[in-house]
T-cell receptor, first 111, second 112 residues
Framework: DVKVTQSSRYLVKRTGEKVFLECVQD?????MFWYRQDPGLGLRLIYF???????EKGDIPEGYSVSREKKERFSLILESASTNQTSMYLC??????????FGQGTRLTVV | GEDVEQSLFLSVREGDSSVINCTYT??????LYWYKQEPGAGLQLLTY?????DMKQDQRLTVLLNKKDKHLSLRIADTQTGDSAIYFC????????????FGAGTILRVKS
C-alpha cells in the first residue's frame, strides 16, 4: 500500500557535500512537493513540481534545487550542504484538489 | 496575515474532548485538511472538509468550518492516548499555483 517512498530514512553528510534526496510515487499524480520540517516552524515548502520537467520555488528554495525527469520521481538536491540544512525532509504527491500523500521522511544531519 | 496559524500545544485528559483550532488565509481554498503526525512517522491525512460545508463528522472526529472568519477546528471526542501526535491544518492556496500550505502544527498530549 506504499504510495510515496523516500529513499533514505536517515542520512549524515559533511558540510560542502552535494546531497541527493530521492522521492518516488506510484499514484501517477501530477504534483509533487518537498518540505522541510523544523521544530516550531511546521512544514515549509522548498520546491514543488506540477509536471515533468516543471518546477516552482516554494517559500525557502535557497540552497536547494530539484529535478523531475520522470513523473514518478522528484529529487531534492543540496548543492553544498550546510549545517543549517540539518532537518527532516518530507516529500509529498497529490492530484488536483486531492489530499497529499507523504513519504516517511528523511532525517538529514549535516556535520 | 500570510500564515496558517495554530496554537502550539494542547494537553487533555484521556476521555475528554480535544479541540484544535486553525486560522487560514485563502478564502478561495476549496479543500481544508487535517493531517496527523505520530512520533517518528510521516504525515497522514486525518480528515478534510470541502469549502461548501460547515461541518463534517467522521466517527470521533468533527471538523467545523467558519468561512467568514477563515477558522477551522478539529474536535476529537473521547480522546485516547493513541491520539497523542502533532496535528497540522492545511489549505490549498490558489494564488501560488494550488500549493498546499501548512500551519506549524499543534502538539496534542493526552494524559492517562
Amino acid at each position: 500500500d506504499v504510495k510515496v517512498t523516500q529513499s533514505s530514512r536517515y542520512l549524515v553528510k559533511r558540510t560542502g557535500e552535494k546531497v541527493f534526496l530521492e522521492c518516488v510515487q506510484d499514484m501517477d499524480h501530477e504534483n509533487m512537493f518537498w518540505y522541510r520540517q523544523d521544530p516550531g516552524l511546521g512544514l515549509r515548502l522548498i520546491y514543488f513540481s506540477y509536471d515533468v520537467k516543471m518546477k516552482e520555488k516554494g517559500d525557502i528554495p535557497e540552497g536547494y534545487s530539484v529535478s523531475r525527469e520522470k513523473k514518478e520521481r522528484f529529487s531534492l538536491i543540496l548543492e553544498s550542504a550546510s549545517t543549517n540544512q540539518t532537518s527532516m525532509y518530507l516529500c509529498a504527491a497529490r492530484g488536483r484538489d486531492t489530499e497529499a500523500f507523504f513519504g516517511q521522511g528523511t532525517r538529514l544531519t549535516v556535520v | 496575515g500570510e500564515d496558517v496559524e495554530q496554537s502550539l500545544f494542547l494537553s487533555v485528559r484521556e476521555g475528554d474532548s480535544s479541540v484544535i483550532n486553525c486560522t487560514y488565509t485563502d478564502s478561495s481554498s476549496t479543500y481544508l485538511y487535517w493531517y496527523k503526525q505520530e512520533p517518528g512517522a510521516g504525515l497522514q491525512l486525518l480528515t478534510y472538509i470541502f469549502s461548501n460545508m460547515d461541518m463534517k463528522q467522521d466517527q470521533r472526529l468533527t471538523v467545523l468550518l467558519n468561512k467568514k472568519d477563515k477558522h477551522l477546528s478539529l474536535r476529537i471526542a473521547d480522546t485516547q492516548t493513541g491520539d497523542s501526535a502533532i496535528y497540522f491544518c492545511a489549505e490549498i492556496r490558489r494564488e501560488y499555483g494550488n500549493k498546499l500550505v501548512f500551519g506549524a502544527g499543534t502538539i496534542l498530549r493526552v494524559k492517562s
